[in-house]
């Protein structure tokens, strides 16, 4: 004969039993949400390295043929900049 105790001890462990296999349901959708949001934060972090990056260059570009049309424009004036600049640094260097 099974007792009211036994009864209610065998309904407690069912529960318990469903409460694990449901906790075990979260923790794994709480995971993939976790590596989904993880995995976007990377992406859209590499596509703004990839903006800033490209910017970068584009900037050095411009800066770039600037610098060769003002040497185009003005040799001398360029050939005697960068002397100048050249004797500072040593004399800085120099110290």
């Known amino acids: 004969m099974v ?3 036994e009864t209610d001890n ?3 462990q069912a529960d ?4 694990r296999k449901d906790l075990a349901e979260v923790t794994k959708t709480l995971r993939a949400m976790g590596t989904d949001t993880v995995n976007s934060k990377a992406q ?3 596509q703004r390295v990839r903006e800033v ?3 970068a260059r584009d900037q050095f ?3 770039r043929e ?3 049309e003002q040497v185009r424009e003005r040799p001398l004036a360029s ?3 960068t002397f100048g600049i050249g004797m500072l640094i040593g004399r800085l260097l120099q110290k």
């Open 3 to 5: 007792t009211k105790t």
């Open 10 to 12: 065998a309904k407690l």
């Open 16 to 19: 318990v039993d469903a409460l």
């Open 44 to 46: 859209a972090a590499a």
């Open 53 to 55: 990056s490209g910017q």
């Open 61 to 63: 570009d411009h800066a």
């Open 66 to 68: 600037a610098a060769v």
């Open 79 to 81: 050939v005697a900049l």
